[in-house]
Each structure stands twice: as C-alpha cells, then as structure tokens.
Nanobody, 118 residues
Framework: QVQLVESGGGLVQAGGSLRLSCAAS????????MAWHRQAPGKERELVAT???????NYADSVKGRFTISRDNAKNTVYLQMNSLKPEDTAVYYC????????????WGQGTLVTVSS
C-alpha cells in the first residue's frame, strides 16, 4: 500500500511564505503525476498545481507567479513553495499522486491546514 504524508502547514500572515512537503511511502511503486489540491471552507476542492515525473508543471491561475511545485523523485517527495500568501489561500491542502504499482492507482494524503491571516 502507498501512503502520502503531508507536512508544513500552519498559520502565516498575509504576504508570508510556507513550504509544504508530501512524501510517498511504500514499496515497489513509481509515483508518476503528483499534484496539490486545496479545499477552502464551504468550497469545492480545487487543483492548485501539478507536476509530471519529468518535471513539467501546471498551475491554477490564482497561484501563478506565487506558488512553485517541485519534486525529488529519489525521495518520492513533492513540494509546494507558497509565497506572497493571501487570506484567500486559506484551505486544507491535499497531496495527490498517480502511482504505478502493477497498475495505476490514485492516492491522496490526509491534508494539511494552511491559514493566512490578514
């Protein structure tokens, strides 16, 4: 079984920065596409950023220029560097991975809360 464990959430003032990490654990797998999603109170979960195994990235318009997704394939870890944070970035951030382990499966982390105060 593959598990994703996020870390790095917390409380930050507007304009500040946070770095989220998500490590995939298990055996005999390859983490292909990885991504960060978020869900704000009372809203649907939305895609924040994606990264392929080769490192190609895509971002939601709302975070372009402020957030950077990256990964370390040797560590099966994906990161989200968040700069110039705004109160509207407040949400639970979820890590996602499309993992190959004999077949493709989708795995989600448990979520980490990011709160941006004004």
């Amino acid at each position: 079984q593959v598990q994703l464990v996020e870390s790095g959430g917390g409380l930050v003032q507007a304009g500040g920065s946070l770095r989220l990490s998500c490590a995939a654990s298990g055996s005999g797998f390859v983490a292909n596409d990885m991504a960060w999603h978020r869900q704000a109170p009372g809203k649907e979960r939305e895609l924040v950023a994606t990264i392929t195994f080769a490192g190609t990235t895509n971002y939601a318009d709302s975070v372009k220029g402020r957030f950077t997704i990256s990964r370390d394939n040797a560590k099966n870890t994906v990161y989200l560097q968040m700069n110039s944070l705004k109160p509207e970035d407040t949400a639970v951030y979820y890590c996602y991975a499309r993992v190959y382990r004999g077949r493709y499966v989708e795995v989600w982390g448990q979520g980490t809360l990011v709160t941006v105060s004004s």
